[in-house]
């Protein structure tokens, strides 16, 4: 049985890193996603004078511009570590 040297889990580590920080961006857009299709549907129900659900706050056009913003950086954020990943993986 060979010794697992300290680059070896320092490389394991930061694998785990990268697949754990994917996952996340991926929930994050998917969270937003839906948040965006949430905020549209109030939006419409306003414009169109219908009843807002029990509970629900007014929808403002700067709510989805924020949340489109908010995904905008999320995709940039995880191409960028894609690009790096793939850079790494051809230095090896």
Do not use: F, W
């Not at 490389?11 to 299709?37: G, H, P």
């Not at 129900?45 to 029990?54: A, F, I, N, S, Y």
């Amino acid at each position: 049985m060979r010794a697992i040297s300290t680059e070896d889990v320092k490389e394991e580590l930061n694998s785990l890193d990268k697949a754990v920080s994917s996952i996340l961006l991926q929930r994050t857009m998917e969270r937003n996603l839906v948040l965006v299709a949430t905020a549209k549907a109030r939006l419409i129900r306003q414009q169109h004078m219908l009843k807002e659900e029990k509970g629900e706050k007014p929808a403002k056009p700067e709510d989805l511009v924020r949340l489109y913003d908010i995904l905008i950086q999320v995709r940039v954020l995880k191409t960028v570590l894609h690009a790096v990943y793939i850079h790494k993986l051809t230095l090896l």
